[in-house]
């Protein structure tokens, strides 16, 4: 699986987990860093079994001890620490009814390598490492100005932020000549040396103490940003940062999102450029009738299956999937629709008595399929105007196709 769906198969797991809370102190988080001997992890587990029989309350002594046993039950059956580590967490996590806890378990291999040890019974698990692990690291300065104002944008990931606009308060025009035309030159330049060094200021406040900047672009409609630039009003580290510079049309806010598709070819791997620049292809060939946009879980799903799809457009915000099941009442097995958040149903006598065996997202079942014919993935948030469009008006679920075609029509 590619890393951008592994990423979101992830923080969807995590999504869920964090919502998931005991009935007392009772849930186990344990993060096993990569190199730690699995022996030394047993003996901890050991000691804090011996710790746990001494718990007063009866029914949260049962539970921990069951999960500590589960949690050894899990470790034996690796013979060595993984390379990245280990990720285990267990519990008797509480349901809509006091009594109906459950025991689960959940065992994974970090997607990179774990430095940190961590025990923790709590009433909920802790997955703060895990979240940050996922993260996007990688963030963008972004400076737009003109002789009367100027604004300052993060990029990261999937979001675009507007974070200051300031006014530069030097007067546009003037009338007099003579003298008095050349004093007010020398005040216009004196004010915008100013302008500048305020702009110099703000953008090293934002940007400097930001781990992740990983390049700043600079934009704006008139010559403003190459004197700033020459100047000495950006700090030497943020200079060094500086990938590009570009004209835009507007200044202020209007001007960072511009300066956004001005630089869309450096930008071009940050997941926001992605996804605006995939949804803007889709919707390019949709309104000319291209033959080569297509939508709808059904329609798409027959053109992945085709190998036809050069690009696979799915909303992050997709739920729905399927589950494989045991069901408790009638014993069969098999495969169920699940809703958002919903109960999985034996599909045999409809019982909502199941073992839930293994679920599938419908964003990880066609993102495997796009990805065994070669086609890109691209997960859309709906963080911006088009990501939402996709949802709303295309059922979440888009693709372009490497060229025109049509399914065969069924046999008569
Ligand atoms: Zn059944």
Not at 148 to 158: M, P, S
């Amino acid at each position: 699986m590619s890393e951008e769906l592994e990423r979101h198969k992830l923080q969807t797991f995590l999504e869920e987990l964090k919502r998931k809370s005991g009935r007392g102190t009772e849930l186990i988080s344990l993060y096993i860093p990569a190199g730690r001997p699995l022996s030394e992890v047993m003996d901890v587990l050991r000691s804090e079994y011996s710790a746990a029989s001494n718990i007063k309350d009866r029914t949260t002594r049962h539970h921990v001890l069951d999960a500590l046993t589960a949690v050894m039950q899990r470790l034996k059956l690796f013979k060595a620490t993984p390379p990245n580590g280990l990720v285990i967490f267990a519990g008797y996590v509480a349901g809509d009814v006091p009594g109906d806890e459950k025991l689960e378990v959940y065992v994974l291999e970090p997607p990179q390598r774990l430095k940190v040890w961590l025990y923790r019974c709590d009433s909920r698990f802790y997955t703060e490492i895990l979240e940050d692990m996922v993260a996007v690291k990688e963030a963008y300065g972004l400076i737009v100005l003109d002789a009367g104002e100027a604004a300052f944008g993060v990029l990261r990931g999937k979001s675009l932020e507007v974070v200051k606009e300031i006014e530069s308060g030097v007067p546009r025009k003037h009338r007099a000549g003579g003298q008095s035309a050349r004093r007010f030159e020398r005040i216009i330049e004196q004010l915008t040396h100013e302008f500048y060094k305020r702009v110099g200021e703000y953008a090293n406040k934002i940007f400097l103490s930001m781990p992740d900047l990983k390049g700043i672009i600079i934009g704006g409609p008139g010559p403003a940003k190459e004197e700033f630039l020459k100047g000495d009003y950006l700090h030497y580290q943020l200079k060094e940062k500086v990938l590009g510079v570009f004209d835009v049309g507007y200044s202020g806010e209007a001007g960072i999102y511009e300066l956004v598709n001005r630089a869309s070819e450096l930008l071009k791997d940050v997941q926001y450029v992605r996804e605006r620049d995939a949804m803007n292809e889709f919707l390019y060939n949709l309104a000319r009738d291209t033959g080569l946009a297509v939508y709808g879980e059904a329609e798409v799903r027959k053109a992945l299956e085709a190998g036809v799809v050069r690009k696979l457009l799915i909303s992050e915000a997709l739920r729905w999937g399927k589950a494989r099941y045991a069901c408790k009442a009638c014993g069969a097995e098999g495969w169920a629709p699940v809703e958002e958040g919903g109960v999985v149903r034996c599909q045999a006598c409809g019982s909502p008595n199941v073992d839930v065996l293994e679920r599938v997202s419908v964003i990880e079942e066609l993102g495997k399929l796009a990805e065994s014919s070669g086609a890109e993935v691209v997960i859309v948030s709906t963080e911006t105007g088009e990501g939402r469009e996709l949802l709303r008006v295309f059922g979440g679920v888009a693709a372009i196709l490497r060229y025109r075609w049509q399914p065969a029509a069924p046999a008569q």
